[in-house]
């Protein structure tokens, strides 16, 4: 038998943090995420990104398991595994850890390193908010905190899931390839908030989540649409398939239910008869203003590049894309 799950969690981890979304390994609830980070001191010195001589694309290190990708960072000569979160709208790390940095830098809130190596590129002025986080993948993979906005923002980040690679690229030598589509994103929000299509739903408020595992869609998006999320498109399990449709987030026992749509799409990209996951209207998490996430079973077909400095998302079709048939080919 089949197990569908919306959150599909490396290694079976079923506990997910208070700074975690209900439907991911890593993301933070979109309106608790921008009231933390609007609480941040303003005065902290925006980071910036410095590469080789001559090089303006850096491979960082970087793996994939089971979706979540995981960054290293080197500081005085010591590395940090961190989740590489777009849902995310700060860095954070384990308190211990960030104690554990022989940087005077570390002191104070938040907790700024004047710089971090990723493979040969270096970040300046990082910032973590300290929050318990410690996740083991394995026997030999510690994850010790999230990689987020303040990450993101200063130089563009490709995610290549084909290739399981991460490079940060300078914005001032970046073209969009040519059969990208580029998306448009509100640079208020501090998670990529972009136009998407679920069926014949349309919303502007769906967040490019590589915390999170699938596409859901949140109440605000089914009660305007109601006729896309019948009981007659609600999927059953039968003898091959069996959906989970309970788990356990910080706040409570949370029941969803999958949906089968026509299409997921994202401009002129998009995917057709795909499931998607919707909480109860009446569940504990229920982001206000968020129509819906995309995660990694939609996003894995593409290149993802996240580029705050041009307040856009652009999406390159990968080979996964197309071969596979029930892809909307432009």
């Not at 850890?97 to 040969?120: C, H, N, Y």
């Not at 649409?225 to 026992?253: H, I």
């Not at 994202?266 to 504990?284: A, H």
Request: aromatic share 10%; charged share 15%.
């Amino acid at each position: 038998m089949r197990l569908r799950s919306a959150l599909a969690l490396a290694g079976g981890l079923l506990e997910i943090l208070a700074t975690t979304s209900a439907y991911a390994t890593t993301s933070m609830p979109a309106a608790q995420a921008t009231s933390a980070a609007t609480s941040l001191p303003s005065t902290a010195t925006a980071p910036s990104w410095s590469f080789p001589p001559g090089v303006s694309d850096v491979e960082l290190p970087a793996q994939f398991l089971n979706g979540v990708i995981v960054v290293r960072m080197n500081v005085g000569g010591r590395g940090v595994d961190l989740s590489l979160d777009t849902g995310t709208s700060f860095n954070v790390m384990d308190p211990a850890v960030i104690s554990s940095l022989a940087d005077p830098a570390t002191t104070g809130f938040p907790f700024s390193l004047a710089e971090a190596q990723f493979g040969s590129a270096t970040l300046h002025n990082i910032t973590f908010v300290s929050r318990p986080f410690d996740r083991r993948y394995g026997t030999d993979k510690r994850i010790v905190g999230i990689l987020g906005f303040n990450f993101l923002q200063s130089a563009i980040v490709k995610i290549d899931y084909e290739h399981e690679s991460v490079h940060v690229v300078n914005p001032a030598t970046f073209n969009p390839p040519p059969d990208a589509v580029v998306l448009e994103l509100d640079p208020t929000a501090r998670v990529p908030l972009v136009s998407a299509s679920i069926g014949t739903a349309t919303g502007t408020s769906f967040m490019i989540d590589t915390g999170a595992s699938t596409v859901v869609v949140f109440a605000r998006l089914a009660k305007a649409y109601p006729n896309e999320f019948t009981a007659d498109q609600e999927l059953k399990d039968d003898a091959q398939t069996m959906y989970y449709r309970s788990f356990w987030p910080v706040c409570g026992e949370i029941q969803q239910k999958p949906y089968a749509v026509s299409q997921v799409s994202l401009g002129r990209l998009g995917v057709r008869n795909w499931t998607v996951w919707k909480p109860e209207d009446k569940s504990c998490f229920t982001p206000p203003g968020i129509d819906g996430l995309i995660g990694y079973d939609f996003l894995r077909l593409f290149n993802v590049y996240i580029d705050y400095s041009n307040d856009r998302i652009i999406l390159e079709p990968n080979k996964l894309y197309d071969v596979a048939t029930n892809t909307i080919k432009p």
